[in-house]
Protein backbone atom coordinates (compact mmCIF):
# COMPACT_ATOMS: atom_id res chain seq x y z
CA UNK A 1 0.00 0.00 0.00
CA UNK A 2 0.90 3.52 -0.94
CA UNK A 3 1.64 5.41 2.37
CA UNK A 4 3.64 8.57 1.25
CA UNK A 5 3.94 9.82 -2.17
CA UNK A 6 6.21 13.34 -2.72
CA UNK A 7 7.40 15.25 -5.39
CA UNK A 8 8.95 18.30 -6.19
CA UNK A 9 8.99 20.75 -9.21
CA UNK A 10 6.74 19.03 -11.53
CA UNK A 11 4.08 21.05 -12.56
CA UNK A 12 2.06 22.35 -9.52
CA UNK A 13 3.43 19.77 -7.07
CA UNK A 14 6.24 21.64 -5.19
CA UNK A 15 7.56 19.81 -2.05
CA UNK A 16 4.15 18.03 -2.46
CA UNK A 17 3.59 15.61 0.18
CA UNK A 18 0.35 12.75 0.18
CA UNK A 19 -0.46 10.27 2.52
CA UNK A 20 -2.83 7.89 1.27
CA UNK A 21 -5.39 5.78 3.38
CA UNK A 22 -6.33 2.29 2.10
CA UNK A 23 -9.70 4.16 1.22
CA UNK A 24 -8.58 6.97 -0.30
CA UNK A 25 -10.81 10.40 -0.96
CA UNK A 26 -9.41 13.18 -3.01
CA UNK A 27 -11.39 16.14 -3.02
CA UNK A 28 -10.76 19.61 -4.04
CA UNK A 29 -11.77 22.45 -6.84
CA UNK A 30 -10.71 22.55 -10.26
CA UNK A 31 -7.06 23.14 -10.83
CA UNK A 32 -5.92 22.11 -7.88
CA UNK A 33 -3.72 18.93 -8.85
CA UNK A 34 -6.09 16.32 -7.88
CA UNK A 35 -5.55 14.53 -11.30
CA UNK A 36 -1.76 15.41 -11.74
CA UNK A 37 -0.86 13.68 -9.00
CA UNK A 38 -2.25 10.65 -9.83
CA UNK A 39 -0.69 11.09 -13.29
CA UNK A 40 2.96 11.81 -11.70
CA UNK A 41 2.19 8.64 -9.78
CA UNK A 42 1.32 6.26 -13.12
CA UNK A 43 4.02 7.70 -15.01
CA UNK A 44 6.98 6.82 -11.79
CA UNK A 45 5.05 3.43 -13.05
CA UNK A 46 5.16 3.67 -16.80
CA UNK A 47 9.20 5.26 -16.10
CA UNK A 48 10.38 2.88 -13.31
CA UNK A 49 8.56 -0.35 -14.52
CA UNK A 50 7.17 0.01 -18.49
CA UNK A 51 10.89 1.10 -19.57
CA UNK A 52 9.44 4.83 -20.74
CA UNK A 53 12.38 6.89 -20.76
CA UNK A 54 12.95 10.14 -19.25
CA UNK A 55 12.08 12.31 -22.36
CA UNK A 56 8.54 10.88 -22.91
CA UNK A 57 7.52 12.74 -19.97
CA UNK A 58 9.60 14.34 -16.99
CA UNK A 59 11.72 17.31 -16.85
CA UNK A 60 11.07 20.16 -19.45
CA UNK A 61 8.06 21.61 -19.76
CA UNK A 62 6.44 19.73 -16.85
CA UNK A 63 8.67 21.58 -14.41
CA UNK A 64 7.11 24.30 -12.31
CA UNK A 65 7.16 27.02 -14.29
CA UNK A 66 7.25 29.96 -11.75
CA UNK A 67 10.58 28.81 -10.22
CA UNK A 68 14.19 27.75 -11.91
CA UNK A 69 14.61 24.40 -10.18
CA UNK A 70 16.69 22.11 -12.55
CA UNK A 71 15.86 18.98 -10.68
CA UNK A 72 12.59 16.97 -9.97
CA UNK A 73 11.82 14.57 -7.63
CA UNK A 74 9.25 11.74 -6.70
CA UNK A 75 9.42 9.73 -3.54
CA UNK A 76 6.89 6.95 -2.76
CA UNK A 77 6.75 4.82 0.64
CA UNK A 78 5.08 1.54 -0.15
CA UNK A 79 4.29 -1.05 2.70
CA UNK A 80 4.22 -4.61 2.26
CA UNK A 81 5.69 -7.46 2.46
CA UNK A 82 6.55 -6.86 5.37
CA UNK A 83 8.89 -4.33 5.22
CA UNK A 84 8.99 -0.47 4.16
CA UNK A 85 9.41 0.27 1.03
CA UNK A 86 11.30 3.94 -0.21
CA UNK A 87 11.74 4.30 -3.95
CA UNK A 88 13.54 7.65 -4.52
CA UNK A 89 13.43 9.48 -8.87
CA UNK A 90 15.44 12.15 -9.34
CA UNK A 91 15.72 13.29 -12.99
CA UNK A 92 17.62 16.59 -14.64
CA UNK A 93 18.79 17.45 -17.79
CA UNK A 94 22.15 17.32 -18.75
CA UNK A 95 24.75 17.55 -21.83
CA UNK A 96 24.86 19.50 -24.68
CA UNK A 97 21.80 19.82 -25.95
CA UNK A 98 20.33 19.50 -22.85
CA UNK A 99 18.45 16.01 -22.69
CA UNK A 100 16.68 14.30 -19.37
CA UNK A 101 18.42 12.33 -17.63
CA UNK A 102 18.53 9.96 -14.78
CA UNK A 103 20.17 11.13 -11.83
CA UNK A 104 19.45 9.17 -9.06
CA UNK A 105 16.87 5.89 -8.72
CA UNK A 106 16.99 3.91 -5.21
CA UNK A 107 15.13 1.75 -3.49
CA UNK A 108 15.85 0.81 0.24
CA UNK A 109 13.82 -1.52 1.83
CA UNK A 110 13.54 -0.78 5.76
CA UNK A 111 16.17 1.71 5.77
CA UNK A 112 18.24 -0.83 3.74
CA UNK A 113 19.57 -0.11 0.38
CA UNK A 114 18.20 -2.86 -2.05
CA UNK A 115 18.80 -0.68 -5.28
CA UNK A 116 20.67 2.08 -6.24
CA UNK A 117 21.01 4.37 -9.78
CA UNK A 118 23.55 7.20 -9.64
CA UNK A 119 25.46 9.05 -11.98
CA UNK A 120 25.37 6.33 -14.29
CA UNK A 121 26.30 3.23 -12.03
CA UNK A 122 23.98 0.68 -11.21
CA UNK A 123 24.56 -0.86 -7.87
CA UNK A 124 22.30 -4.59 -7.44
CA UNK A 125 21.81 -5.46 -3.60
CA UNK A 126 20.78 -8.82 -2.65
CA UNK A 127 17.98 -9.88 -0.01
CA UNK A 128 20.45 -9.44 2.63
CA UNK A 129 21.40 -5.49 1.50
CA UNK A 130 25.48 -6.73 0.30
CA UNK A 131 25.67 -4.64 -3.01
CA UNK A 132 27.14 -7.78 -5.25
CA UNK A 133 26.93 -6.47 -8.55
CA UNK A 134 28.32 -2.68 -10.05
CA UNK A 135 27.69 -1.86 -13.77
CA UNK A 136 27.75 1.21 -16.11
CA UNK A 137 23.63 1.81 -17.31
CA UNK A 138 22.00 4.07 -20.21
CA UNK A 139 20.93 6.94 -17.81
CA UNK A 140 18.16 8.35 -19.78
CA UNK A 141 15.90 5.35 -18.60
CA UNK A 142 15.46 3.39 -15.28
CA UNK A 143 17.91 0.94 -14.43
CA UNK A 144 15.20 -0.40 -12.29
CA UNK A 145 12.87 -1.13 -15.28
CA UNK A 146 15.48 -3.70 -16.68
CA UNK A 147 15.88 -5.63 -13.17
CA UNK A 148 14.46 -9.38 -14.09
CA UNK A 149 13.51 -11.39 -10.58
CA UNK A 150 16.23 -13.40 -9.00
CA UNK A 151 16.03 -15.96 -5.83
CA UNK A 152 18.80 -13.20 -4.24
CA UNK A 153 16.09 -9.95 -4.85
CA UNK A 154 12.82 -11.13 -3.86
CA UNK A 155 12.24 -7.76 -2.15
CA UNK A 156 13.51 -5.53 -4.79
CA UNK A 157 10.91 -7.44 -7.29
CA UNK A 158 8.22 -7.69 -4.64
CA UNK A 159 8.05 -3.59 -5.04
CA UNK A 160 8.64 -3.29 -8.55
CA UNK A 161 5.41 -6.03 -8.99
CA UNK A 162 4.34 -3.84 -6.91
CA UNK A 163 4.24 -0.59 -8.83
CA UNK A 164 3.75 -2.39 -11.75
CA UNK A 165 0.11 -3.10 -11.02
CA UNK A 166 -0.72 0.47 -9.62
CA UNK A 167 -3.45 0.83 -12.25
CA UNK A 168 -4.57 4.11 -13.11
CA UNK A 169 -8.02 5.12 -15.03
CA UNK A 170 -10.06 8.14 -15.59
CA UNK A 171 -13.02 6.15 -17.59
CA UNK A 172 -13.43 7.52 -20.91
CA UNK A 173 -16.55 5.55 -22.39
CA UNK A 174 -16.29 7.24 -26.03
CA UNK A 175 -12.72 5.70 -26.19
CA UNK A 176 -13.55 2.17 -25.27
CA UNK A 177 -13.43 0.14 -28.37
CA UNK A 178 -15.24 -3.16 -28.39
CA UNK A 179 -12.43 -4.34 -30.96
CA UNK A 180 -9.47 -6.22 -29.64
CA UNK A 181 -6.29 -7.30 -31.98
CA UNK A 182 -4.17 -8.14 -29.35
CA UNK A 183 -4.15 -9.03 -25.13
CA UNK A 184 -3.09 -6.20 -23.00
CA UNK A 185 -2.36 -6.98 -19.24
CA UNK A 186 -3.09 -3.34 -18.10
CA UNK A 187 -5.56 -1.39 -19.04
CA UNK A 188 -4.73 2.15 -20.34
CA UNK A 189 -6.09 5.55 -19.14
CA UNK A 190 -8.64 6.36 -20.66
CA UNK A 191 -9.29 2.18 -21.08
CA UNK A 192 -9.03 2.70 -24.72
CA UNK A 193 -7.73 -0.92 -24.67
CA UNK A 194 -10.45 -2.23 -22.58
CA UNK A 195 -11.17 -4.59 -25.10
CA UNK A 196 -7.97 -5.97 -25.31
CA UNK A 197 -7.61 -6.16 -21.26
CA UNK A 198 -11.03 -7.74 -20.65
CA UNK A 199 -9.45 -9.93 -23.43
CA UNK A 200 -6.64 -10.90 -21.34
CA UNK A 201 -9.07 -11.14 -18.08
CA UNK A 202 -11.03 -13.63 -19.63
CA UNK A 203 -8.28 -15.87 -19.46
CA UNK A 204 -6.58 -15.35 -16.41
CA UNK A 205 -8.84 -14.25 -14.06
CA UNK A 206 -11.89 -15.79 -14.86
CA UNK A 207 -13.69 -15.99 -11.88
CA UNK A 208 -13.07 -12.55 -10.95
CA UNK A 209 -14.38 -11.63 -14.34
CA UNK A 210 -17.66 -13.73 -13.48
CA UNK A 211 -18.19 -12.15 -10.56
CA UNK A 212 -17.84 -8.66 -12.16
CA UNK A 213 -20.75 -10.15 -14.47
CA UNK A 214 -22.86 -11.03 -11.78
CA UNK A 215 -22.56 -7.72 -10.03
CA UNK A 216 -23.53 -5.90 -13.60
CA UNK A 217 -26.41 -7.99 -14.18
CA UNK A 218 -27.89 -6.00 -11.27
CA UNK A 219 -26.89 -2.81 -12.70
CA UNK A 220 -27.92 -3.20 -16.29
CA UNK A 221 -31.15 -4.59 -16.29
CA UNK A 222 -31.50 -8.02 -18.26
CA UNK A 223 -27.27 -8.47 -19.25
CA UNK A 224 -26.41 -11.87 -18.84
CA UNK A 225 -23.25 -12.10 -20.41
CA UNK A 226 -20.24 -10.16 -21.05
CA UNK A 227 -17.88 -11.96 -24.08
CA UNK A 228 -15.18 -11.33 -26.29
CA UNK A 229 -16.10 -13.22 -29.33
CA UNK A 230 -14.17 -13.83 -32.98
CA UNK A 231 -14.33 -11.53 -35.09
CA UNK A 232 -11.79 -12.88 -37.49
CA UNK A 233 -8.29 -13.59 -37.43
CA UNK A 234 -7.03 -12.48 -34.39
CA UNK A 235 -9.72 -10.22 -33.71
CA UNK A 236 -12.00 -10.43 -30.80
CA UNK A 237 -15.18 -8.10 -30.71
CA UNK A 238 -16.57 -7.36 -26.85
CA UNK A 239 -20.36 -7.73 -26.46
CA UNK A 240 -22.86 -7.85 -23.85
CA UNK A 241 -25.51 -10.23 -24.10
CA UNK A 242 -29.23 -8.48 -23.07
CA UNK A 243 -32.55 -10.00 -22.91
CA UNK A 244 -34.76 -6.86 -23.33
CA UNK A 245 -37.45 -9.04 -20.71
CA UNK A 246 -38.27 -11.53 -18.81
CA UNK A 247 -39.37 -14.19 -21.63
CA UNK A 248 -36.82 -12.71 -24.40
CA UNK A 249 -33.90 -14.14 -25.77
CA UNK A 250 -30.65 -12.62 -25.11
CA UNK A 251 -29.41 -10.20 -28.25
CA UNK A 252 -25.77 -9.33 -28.62
CA UNK A 253 -24.59 -5.77 -28.35
CA UNK A 254 -20.96 -4.56 -29.16
CA UNK A 255 -19.40 -2.55 -26.65
CA UNK A 256 -19.86 0.62 -28.60
CA UNK A 257 -23.75 -0.31 -29.39
CA UNK A 258 -24.24 0.47 -25.62
CA UNK A 259 -25.00 4.22 -23.63
CA UNK A 260 -21.92 5.65 -21.97
CA UNK A 261 -23.27 4.65 -18.62
CA UNK A 262 -23.53 1.13 -19.88
CA UNK A 263 -19.96 1.09 -20.62
CA UNK A 264 -18.83 3.13 -17.81
CA UNK A 265 -20.48 0.64 -15.17
CA UNK A 266 -19.14 -2.34 -16.93
CA UNK A 267 -15.74 -0.52 -16.90
CA UNK A 268 -16.00 0.43 -13.33
CA UNK A 269 -17.32 -3.33 -12.19
CA UNK A 270 -14.56 -5.30 -14.04
CA UNK A 271 -11.76 -2.64 -12.15
CA UNK A 272 -13.40 -3.84 -8.83
CA UNK A 273 -13.15 -7.32 -9.67
CA UNK A 274 -9.89 -7.50 -11.13
CA UNK A 275 -7.64 -4.08 -10.18
CA UNK A 276 -8.61 -4.84 -6.59
CA UNK A 277 -6.58 -7.77 -5.58
CA UNK A 278 -4.50 -8.57 -2.81
CA UNK A 279 -1.56 -5.58 -2.07
CA UNK A 280 -3.21 -3.77 -5.53
CA UNK A 281 -3.53 -0.21 -5.77
CA UNK A 282 -6.25 1.37 -7.68
CA UNK A 283 -6.56 5.08 -8.86
CA UNK A 284 -9.38 6.41 -10.46
CA UNK A 285 -10.40 9.78 -11.46
CA UNK A 286 -13.73 10.61 -11.16
CA UNK A 287 -15.36 7.18 -11.23
CA UNK A 288 -18.61 8.68 -11.22
CA UNK A 289 -18.64 10.48 -14.03
CA UNK A 290 -22.14 9.26 -17.33
CA UNK A 291 -23.46 6.80 -14.64
CA UNK A 292 -27.28 7.42 -13.12
CA UNK A 293 -27.35 8.73 -9.56
CA UNK A 294 -28.96 5.78 -8.25
CA UNK A 295 -25.73 3.77 -9.20
CA UNK A 296 -23.17 5.32 -7.65
CA UNK A 297 -23.84 4.46 -3.75
CA UNK A 298 -24.30 0.42 -4.65
CA UNK A 299 -20.84 0.75 -6.60
CA UNK A 300 -19.14 2.20 -4.15
CA UNK A 301 -20.37 0.62 -1.17
CA UNK A 302 -18.99 -2.54 -2.85
CA UNK A 303 -16.27 -0.98 -3.85
CA UNK A 304 -15.25 -0.24 -0.45
CA UNK A 305 -16.06 -3.79 1.16
CA UNK A 306 -13.56 -5.68 -1.85
CA UNK A 307 -10.90 -3.00 -0.66
CA UNK A 308 -11.50 -4.22 2.68
CA UNK A 309 -11.60 -7.71 2.15
CA UNK A 310 -8.87 -7.98 -0.16
CA UNK A 311 -6.42 -5.73 1.94
CA UNK A 312 -6.03 -3.43 -1.40
CA UNK A 313 -5.92 0.45 -1.57
CA UNK A 314 -8.21 2.60 -4.17
CA UNK A 315 -7.89 6.04 -4.46
CA UNK A 316 -10.92 7.57 -5.64
CA UNK A 317 -10.63 11.76 -6.84
CA UNK A 318 -14.68 12.59 -6.81
CA UNK A 319 -16.80 15.92 -6.69
CA UNK A 320 -19.98 13.48 -6.62
CA UNK A 321 -21.69 14.34 -3.45
CA UNK A 322 -22.73 10.02 -2.96
CA UNK A 323 -18.39 9.82 -2.63
CA UNK A 324 -18.37 13.20 -0.78
CA UNK A 325 -20.95 11.78 1.93
CA UNK A 326 -19.24 8.54 2.41
CA UNK A 327 -15.71 9.14 2.57
CA UNK A 328 -14.76 12.51 3.27
CA UNK A 329 -15.79 12.79 6.74
CA UNK A 330 -14.02 9.17 7.22
CA UNK A 331 -10.15 10.62 5.91
CA UNK A 332 -11.06 12.37 2.82
CA UNK A 333 -8.37 14.74 1.59
CA UNK A 334 -8.71 18.14 0.01
CA UNK A 335 -6.04 19.44 -2.56
CA UNK A 336 -5.71 23.05 -2.35
CA UNK A 337 -3.18 25.81 -4.03
CA UNK A 338 -3.75 28.30 -0.75
CA UNK A 339 -1.41 31.06 -2.66
CA UNK A 340 -2.13 30.18 -6.13
CA UNK A 341 1.28 28.49 -6.68
CA UNK A 342 1.72 24.99 -5.36
CA UNK A 343 -0.65 21.99 -4.37
CA UNK A 344 -0.77 21.10 -0.84
CA UNK A 345 -2.71 18.39 0.73
CA UNK A 346 -4.83 19.01 3.54
CA UNK A 347 -7.15 16.80 5.84
CA UNK A 348 -10.95 17.38 5.32
CA UNK A 349 -11.44 18.23 8.92
CA UNK A 350 -14.56 20.76 9.21
CA UNK A 351 -15.93 21.71 12.19
CA UNK A 352 -18.81 19.16 13.55
CA UNK A 353 -21.43 22.14 14.31
CA UNK A 354 -22.42 23.09 11.55
CA UNK A 355 -25.18 20.08 10.62
CA UNK A 356 -24.36 19.89 7.01
CA UNK A 357 -23.20 17.03 5.48
CA UNK A 358 -19.90 16.96 3.77
CA UNK A 359 -21.09 17.32 0.28
CA UNK A 360 -23.28 20.72 1.82
CA UNK A 361 -19.68 21.93 2.96
CA UNK A 362 -17.70 21.39 -0.19
CA UNK A 363 -20.86 22.92 -2.13
CA UNK A 364 -20.28 26.51 -0.22
CA UNK A 365 -16.76 26.21 -0.61
CA UNK A 366 -16.61 26.39 3.46
CA UNK A 367 -14.18 23.29 3.88
CA UNK A 368 -11.80 26.26 2.48
CA UNK A 369 -12.73 29.27 4.96
CA UNK B 1 -37.00 -5.30 -16.04
CA UNK B 2 -38.12 -2.76 -13.79
CA UNK B 3 -37.71 -5.29 -10.96
CA UNK B 4 -33.91 -5.16 -11.24
CA UNK B 5 -34.20 -1.16 -11.10
CA UNK B 6 -32.74 0.26 -7.95
CA UNK B 7 -35.59 0.63 -5.06
CA UNK B 8 -34.41 1.73 -1.72
CA UNK B 9 -36.53 0.07 0.62
CA UNK B 10 -33.82 0.47 3.55
CA UNK B 11 -33.22 3.97 4.85
CA UNK B 12 -29.89 3.44 6.90
CA UNK B 13 -29.19 6.71 9.21
CA UNK B 14 -25.73 6.23 11.31
CA UNK B 15 -23.55 8.16 13.44
CA UNK B 16 -19.73 6.91 11.67
CA UNK B 17 -18.18 4.13 9.94
CA UNK B 18 -18.63 1.70 12.38
CA UNK B 19 -22.33 1.87 13.06
CA UNK B 20 -22.09 1.66 9.61
CA UNK B 21 -20.34 -1.20 8.94
CA UNK B 22 -21.86 -2.92 11.88
CA UNK B 23 -25.47 -2.72 10.07
CA UNK B 24 -24.56 -3.06 7.06
CA UNK B 25 -22.44 -6.33 8.00
CA UNK B 26 -26.27 -7.75 9.73
CA UNK B 27 -28.04 -6.85 6.49
CA UNK B 28 -25.86 -9.21 4.87
CA UNK B 29 -26.40 -11.44 7.23
CA UNK B 30 -29.77 -11.12 7.47
CA UNK B 31 -30.78 -11.20 3.33
CA UNK B 32 -28.03 -13.80 2.19
CA UNK B 33 -27.87 -13.96 -1.15
CA UNK B 34 -30.64 -11.60 -1.61
CA UNK B 35 -28.65 -8.95 -0.31
CA UNK B 36 -28.50 -6.28 -2.42
CA UNK B 37 -26.66 -2.60 -1.98
CA UNK B 38 -29.14 -1.15 -4.38
CA UNK B 39 -32.40 -1.75 -2.35
CA UNK B 40 -30.24 0.42 0.42
CA UNK B 41 -29.82 4.06 1.08
CA UNK B 42 -27.09 5.12 3.65
CA UNK B 43 -27.23 8.65 4.29
CA UNK B 44 -24.23 10.60 4.52
CA UNK B 45 -22.16 10.18 6.94
CA UNK B 46 -21.51 13.49 8.73
CA UNK B 47 -18.63 15.73 8.40
CA UNK B 48 -16.46 16.73 11.49
CA UNK B 49 -15.76 14.92 14.68
CA UNK B 50 -17.82 14.75 17.42
CA UNK B 51 -20.57 15.35 15.54
CA UNK B 52 -22.31 12.21 14.97
CA UNK B 53 -24.92 12.63 17.46
CA UNK B 54 -26.22 15.89 16.37
CA UNK B 55 -26.34 14.99 12.90
CA UNK B 56 -28.92 12.09 13.86
CA UNK B 57 -30.59 13.89 15.83
CA UNK B 58 -31.13 16.45 12.93
CA UNK B 59 -32.28 14.17 10.56
CA UNK B 60 -33.89 12.12 11.81
CA UNK B 61 -37.12 13.66 11.70
CA UNK B 62 -36.15 14.21 7.73
CA UNK B 63 -35.80 10.98 7.26
CA UNK B 64 -38.78 9.83 9.14
CA UNK B 65 -41.11 12.21 7.28
CA UNK B 66 -39.75 10.69 4.01
CA UNK B 67 -40.20 7.03 5.41
CA UNK B 68 -43.89 8.10 6.38
CA UNK B 69 -44.52 9.43 3.42
CA UNK B 70 -46.96 8.11 0.43
CA UNK B 71 -43.22 7.92 -1.83
CA UNK B 72 -42.04 5.61 1.80
CA UNK B 73 -44.96 3.57 2.27
CA UNK B 74 -45.17 2.64 -1.77
CA UNK B 75 -41.18 1.29 -0.90
CA UNK B 76 -42.07 -0.50 2.00
CA UNK B 77 -39.50 1.77 3.20
CA UNK B 78 -37.92 0.56 6.41
CA UNK B 79 -35.61 3.34 8.61
CA UNK B 80 -32.65 2.03 10.64
CA UNK B 81 -31.27 4.61 12.70
CA UNK B 82 -27.92 3.82 15.39
CA UNK B 83 -26.84 6.83 17.84
CA UNK B 84 -24.72 6.20 20.73
CA UNK B 85 -25.59 6.65 24.14
CA UNK B 86 -22.44 8.16 25.07
CA UNK B 87 -22.40 9.18 28.41
CA UNK B 88 -26.24 9.65 28.90
CA UNK B 89 -28.59 7.21 29.68
CA UNK B 90 -29.63 5.20 26.80
CA UNK B 91 -33.31 6.42 27.47
CA UNK B 92 -33.00 9.78 27.65
CA UNK B 93 -31.01 9.36 24.06
CA UNK B 94 -33.82 8.01 22.69
CA UNK B 95 -36.09 10.59 24.26
CA UNK B 96 -34.10 13.07 22.85
CA UNK B 97 -34.86 11.59 19.48
CA UNK B 98 -38.61 11.58 20.03
CA UNK B 99 -38.42 15.62 21.23
CA UNK B 100 -37.04 16.21 17.84
CA UNK B 101 -40.17 14.35 15.99
CA UNK B 102 -42.25 16.58 18.62
CA UNK B 103 -40.32 19.70 17.51
CA UNK B 104 -40.91 18.95 14.26
CA UNK B 105 -44.91 18.23 14.73
CA UNK B 106 -44.71 15.36 13.83
CA UNK B 107 -46.15 12.05 15.55
CA UNK B 108 -44.21 9.91 18.20
CA UNK B 109 -42.67 6.79 16.90
CA UNK B 110 -45.26 3.67 17.02
CA UNK B 111 -43.27 0.36 17.91
CA UNK B 112 -45.22 -1.24 15.20
CA UNK B 113 -44.07 1.46 12.76
CA UNK B 114 -41.41 0.54 10.22
CA UNK B 115 -38.44 2.38 11.80
CA UNK B 116 -35.27 0.58 13.79
CA UNK B 117 -33.86 2.85 16.90
CA UNK B 118 -30.74 1.09 17.74
CA UNK B 119 -28.66 3.29 20.86
CA UNK B 120 -25.16 1.57 21.72
CA UNK B 121 -23.92 2.61 25.35
CA UNK B 122 -21.36 3.72 25.44
CA UNK B 123 -20.53 3.06 21.70
CA UNK B 124 -21.02 0.92 19.12
CA UNK B 125 -17.57 -0.38 19.55
CA UNK B 126 -18.96 -1.29 22.93
CA UNK B 127 -21.44 -3.55 21.51
CA UNK B 128 -18.84 -4.82 18.99
CA UNK B 129 -16.46 -6.29 21.56
CA UNK B 130 -19.58 -7.74 23.88
CA UNK B 131 -21.12 -9.70 21.01
CA UNK B 132 -17.07 -10.71 20.20
CA UNK B 133 -17.29 -12.58 23.85
CA UNK B 134 -15.40 -9.72 25.65
CA UNK B 135 -16.51 -9.02 28.93
CA UNK B 136 -17.61 -5.05 28.63
CA UNK B 137 -18.66 -2.34 30.97
CA UNK B 138 -20.88 0.73 29.51
CA UNK B 139 -18.83 3.30 31.02
CA UNK B 140 -15.41 2.64 29.50
CA UNK B 141 -14.48 4.32 26.32
CA UNK B 142 -13.74 1.43 23.65
CA UNK B 143 -12.90 3.81 20.78
CA UNK B 144 -9.41 4.90 22.54
CA UNK B 145 -6.55 3.20 23.59
CA UNK B 146 -5.47 0.65 24.63
CA UNK B 147 -8.81 -0.56 22.75
CA UNK B 148 -7.91 -1.09 18.64
CA UNK B 149 -10.77 -0.48 16.02
CA UNK B 150 -12.40 -3.60 15.36
CA UNK B 151 -11.22 -5.17 11.76
CA UNK B 152 -13.77 -5.97 8.68
CA UNK B 153 -13.41 -9.29 10.30
CA UNK B 154 -14.00 -8.81 13.49
CA UNK B 155 -17.54 -6.36 12.48
CA UNK B 156 -18.65 -9.37 10.16
CA UNK B 157 -18.28 -11.47 13.24
CA UNK B 158 -20.20 -9.53 15.62
CA UNK B 159 -22.62 -9.05 13.39
CA UNK B 160 -23.29 -12.65 12.57
CA UNK B 161 -23.88 -12.79 17.07
CA UNK B 162 -26.21 -9.82 16.54
CA UNK B 163 -28.34 -12.16 14.23
CA UNK B 164 -28.21 -14.93 15.83
CA UNK B 165 -29.62 -13.27 19.27
CA UNK B 166 -32.47 -12.26 17.06
CA UNK B 167 -33.17 -15.65 16.16
CA UNK B 168 -36.76 -16.58 17.92
CA UNK B 169 -36.45 -18.70 21.50
CA UNK B 170 -32.71 -17.67 21.62
CA UNK B 171 -32.12 -17.37 25.42
CA UNK B 172 -31.50 -13.52 26.34
CA UNK B 173 -30.35 -13.70 30.04
CA UNK B 174 -27.15 -13.92 29.64
CA UNK B 175 -26.73 -10.95 27.06
CA UNK B 176 -24.47 -7.87 28.39
CA UNK B 177 -24.16 -4.91 27.87
CA UNK B 178 -27.96 -4.03 29.00
CA UNK B 179 -28.12 -1.15 26.19
CA UNK B 180 -27.28 -4.34 23.46
CA UNK B 181 -30.10 -7.00 25.53
CA UNK B 182 -32.28 -3.69 25.30
CA UNK B 183 -31.72 -3.27 21.39
CA UNK B 184 -32.69 -6.62 20.67
CA UNK B 185 -36.62 -6.05 20.01
CA UNK B 186 -35.19 -3.23 17.73
CA UNK B 187 -32.82 -5.48 15.61
CA UNK B 188 -35.84 -8.35 15.50
CA UNK B 189 -37.87 -5.68 13.55
CA UNK B 190 -35.66 -6.07 10.93
CA UNK B 191 -36.67 -8.35 8.07
CA UNK B 192 -34.62 -11.81 8.75
Redesign the interface.
Known sequence: MLTRFYADNYRCLVTFEFRPRAKQLVIGTNGTGKSTALDVLSLVRDVSVRGLTCADGLVGRTKTRWQQVEQQRFELDVTGNDTEYRYTLVVDEWGSPRRPRIKLEKVDCGGRPAFLFEEGKVHLFNDRHEDKVQYEFDWHRSALATIAERWDNKKLTWFKRWLGNVVHVQINPWAMSARSERESREPTKDLSNFADWFRHLKLESGRAVFEAISEL???I??LVGLEAKEAGLDVRVVQAEI?A??NVAPAAYALHDLSEGQRTLIALYVLMHCAVTRDSTLLIDEPDNFIAL??V??WL??MLDRT??QGAQVILVSHH?EL???L???GGVVFARPDGLQTRAMP????????????E?VARGWERA | ??D???VARTIVLVE??PQQNLV?RYLQRCRGNAY???Q?????????????E??VR?EYPKQTRSCRSSLGKRASCLLIVMTDADTRETRKRGEQLSQELMAAEMEPRETAEPIVVLIPKRHVETWIQALLGKEVDEETDYTRAPHSSPS?EQIKRAANRAYDLTRPNTPLDAVRPPSLKASIPEWTKIPP
Open positions: AEAPGAGPPEQPMKDEPLNQAGQFEPPGDSGLTPAI | MPRERDKRSDRIDWRPLPAGRGSGQYLT
